[in-house]
């Protein structure tokens, strides 16, 4: 019988694929999560699916995927995802400095949405403060080749760090803000089941649309800085994350909202 691939853990995470994350701006992660966990946490995403109002419902953005956010604060099982302590483990290795969970959102591509996620840079959106090494974990519920609507980044535009946010419904906009990135090389990761691309706030990536007959199902974990702030975005745009809250501009963000990685899995090492 084949042994099954070894997880990736913060102690056995390779001192090269750090580097790699802090060259390019993103990385490939093999087996953060074993298959079956993959399929618990499946599961449990397309439940909470059926139960939670998407974000998107009833928009266009719909079309490009459902959308439901900060999960972990709805069901336990999706909690024991976003806490994970080797995910939350990878993250503090890739980016060199301690983090708190910023929030978590699943991302759903309907069968057939005919829908790319066209290429943006998230740290645009988010009205943060102090926070210059956030990023994203990008998890792989079931295998996601190309077809099924896996993730391109473009290697090294997380040094691009002066636009404003991109639509990501216009597949020229990230384009038209910033020409030179145009010609940057691309590169498309498809992912087995359980495996994760890490990407910086600031890296460009898109999704291509779902072409299969089942859901893409990606749980998606972002991280910031421990020290950070919130800042009312310049342009006046709202976050459904902070919005809530009615913060001073310039507050911590050191809510229970906001968890330390540290914490995480009430510190026990995975
Ligand atoms: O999965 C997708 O369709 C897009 C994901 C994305 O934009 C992100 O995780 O920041």
């Given at each position: 019988m084949p042994q099954p691939a070894p997880l990736t853990t913060p102690d056995n995470l390779p001192a090269s694929l750090v580097e790699d994350y802090r060259r390019d701006g993103f990385v490939r992660v093999p087996c953060v999560l074993s298959p079956a966990e993959a399929a618990e946490f499946r599961a449990a995403t397309l439940a909470c699916d059926q139960r939670l109002r998407s974000?998107?419902?009833?928009?266009?953005a719909e079309k490009v995927f459902s959308q439901l956010l900060n999960v972990w604060r709805e069901d336990p099982v999706i909690r024991r995802l976003t806490l994970h302590p080797r995910l939350g483990g990878i993250a503090q290795k890739l980016a060199g400095v301690k983090l708190r969970l910023w929030h978590d959102h699943t991302l759903i591509k309907q069968p057939?949405?005919?829908a790319n996620t066209e290429f943006h840079q998230d740290r645009p959106y988010w009205p943060l403060l102090d926070a210059d090494h956030p990023l994203s974990a990008w998890i792989a519920l079931q295998d996601v080749p190309v077809e099924r609507g896996c993730m391109s980044f473009i290697p090294g535009s997380h040094r691009v760090t002066n636009l404003v946010s991109q639509d990501?419904?216009?597949?020229?906009d990230l384009f038209r803000k910033?020409?030179?990135?145009?010609?940057y090389p691309r590169v498309t990761v498809p992912l087995r089941a359980g495996d994760v691309t890490f990407h910086h706030a600031y890296a460009a990536h898109m999704a291509t649309s779902n072409q299969t007959d089942e859901a893409r199902v990606a749980h998606v974990v972002i991280f910031m800085d421990a020290g950070a702030r919130y800042r009312k975005r310049a342009d006046g745009a709202v976050h459904p994350v902070t919005d809530p809250l009615n913060l001073p501009d310039g507050?911590?963000?050191?809510?229970?909202?906001f968890p330390l990685v540290d914490g995480f899995g009430e510190g026990k090492k995975a």
């Open positions: 974000l998107t419902a009833g928009s266009a057939h949405n005919r990501l419904m216009d597949p020229r910033c020409p030179e990135l145009a010609y507050a911590r963000l050191d809510q229970e909202l």
